[in-house]
């Protein structure tokens, strides 16, 4: 397992962050909270660019890439905040997809032709046990009825993949959204485009039929999906830091800059080791996905977890460091606070992961 990204690897991130700090500035980012904005152009830029097929096989009309490539990408839309369904779509929807062996969905997905996301929480909860919703044959089709909360991108989707129970097994369904309805959650941050999605004998198409395959693949993408968030919460914190690393060093107080401060810069020191550390392990569990790893199903929860703690950290320090000015409306920091937190409740807070190690490493039962 070689921990080092590549030569190809750096310059795809170099590459993706040009582009978004040219496509996704402050300003259109602000423009979303502001309510005068969409992401619309930026999703349309970023199919172009073929982001969405990062991770797909060759064969199946992708660009071949691995996971590892997804979290250099997912780590990128943090640090720039970026709002739109992309991470939801590379980590969740695309992914399920394919694994499914939906060419056309997976066809449309691709080129940015459809809009897709997972409706798998329930009641606030990232797991199989919470899923009550359920799937009901219809003729030679079937209907699924329940409840989703804070699906991913449901804002903007236009077709859920649905994770229903068919008496005690799990399937896939993929729900169109004019068969649902779709209630948008602007909490915190809009650029995620959250949404709670009710479904009442919704016509639904099999995706994945219910049964330990099906369980499977869902135990897998709920994997990816919880490292890529897990690497977008630290993107964000990257951006953070420097962002209140560049004010420390301008921003002056008894005629000195406050950068020069020796408490200020244990401070620093500590929060670049949050972030670096939060970064290696993300890293790792994001090898450990692409490599079908032993350690994976630890690593993942590991990963959340820290990513976590760091955005608690960062979040406190970097909005403290910034003083009075940090909590104004004016000021860019906001999203990156609020993208943030976000992150960390998403794909299960950094409590549910350590429950779900410790549960894992025989330690204790899962809450």
Known sequence: MDLEL????????????????????????????????????????????????????????????????????????GRAAAPGPLLAMVSQFIPLVETAGASEVLAAAVAGETIGALAYAEQGRWEPTAVTTTATRAGDGWTVTGAKDAVLAGATAEVFAVVARDGDQLGVFLVERGACSVTTKTLLDPGLELADVEFADSAAVVLLAPGPEAVAAIEAVTQQASVAMALHVIGTCRKIFEDTLEYAKVREQYDRVIGSFQALKHRFAELYLAVERANAVGYYAALAIEEDADSKDEAVHVAKAAAGDCQRLLAEDGLQLHGGIGYTWENDLHFLLKRAKSGDALCGSRAFHRARLAALLGLGEAA
């Open 6 to 77: 590549s030569d190809d690897q750096f310059e795809l991130r170099d590459n993706i962050r040009s582009v978004l700090e040219g496509a996704c500035p402050p300003s259109l980012v602000r423009s979303i909270y502001d309510g005068e904005g969409t992401s619309a152009d930026l999703w349309k830029q970023m199919a172009e660019l073929y982001w969405p097929a990062l991770g797909v096989a060759e064969d199946a009309g992708g660009l071949g890439m691995g996971f590892v490539e997804v979290a250099l990408l997912a780590e990128e839309l």
